[in-house]
């Protein structure tokens, strides 16, 4: 029997693709606009990645535009902030960093490019972040310095400022290539994640625990045990998502199995990420498409990463 969500999506995508010339600019931005962000279990947002990933860059490009805008009739509006920060995210990662990393495997220069425009988009991403906390607690650029780490600044419903401000913070360094002004600045990201761990470790379906997973390998003050510390945050991850979101899989091939050059154990893991059906969970469906790309692409080009 049809799927009927998926037959529907497919008719908006193709029914949309016809009329596609006779209809402005802005309209179609704001029309995909909709459908990225809509909750709607019958969301076309992963078909219309399919046909045309180019429409739904333009359409996150679109709200992170409309969120600067916000910030500038506003700049001290904590919520404003983190909705920009959490757009330029998003966006700097599931479209830049992403296409950086496949372009530069073949042209480095053309790589670099683009890691150095996803680098001003991550800048900016960290200084709304840290501004939405400024604003909300005094104390905490010097928090976040180190100087008063035992302060208990923060809670429950700081989660997401700081689970934001750390991706924008691991984004930035990432997309520097090796800048020691963002390297040294990697110690703020396990200070915020952990944070965020304290108040709610099961967060958002393990998103936290999956963060975990990468900072525990990269982190300048590592645990001699590392990767059995990796480990666990990756079985904390598929508890706390049902087994439903590939990230974690995906996290571990990365993070973890490159840097052990166990190529067997990235395999397993990439084909056990495919194996999830990116529908199980309406919440985690684009994450999961993405994932899905991200592994097979992964696994299409698995002698670069083992030697």
Known sequence: MSNPCANFSHFIVNYTIKILPNISRPFIKIFFSLFIYSGFACSPAIVMLDYKPEWAKSAY???VDRSEQNIEKDPDDHMKLLDGCESITKYAFGFIMEKADRISMNNYSEGKILYYDA????ERAVKYCDRSLQVQYIDYI???KGQ???VQLFNEKDIPYLYWTAAGYAGAILSSRGDPTWVIQLPKVGLLLESALALNPDWN???LYNAMISYTMTRHDPPPNKVEVAEE????AIEAS???DLGPYVTMAESVCITKQDKNNFTNLLYQALSIDINGDPDLRLTNYINQNRAQWLLDNINEFFY
């Open 119 to 122: 680098n001003n988009y991550f």
């Open 205 to 207: 379906k393990g998103a």
């Open 142 to 144: 010097n928090w976040l």
């Open 233 to 236: 945050y990756f079985k904390k």
């Open 61 to 63: 490009k679109y709200f």
């Open 148 to 150: 008063n780490e035992e």
């Open 242 to 244: 049902n087994g439903l």
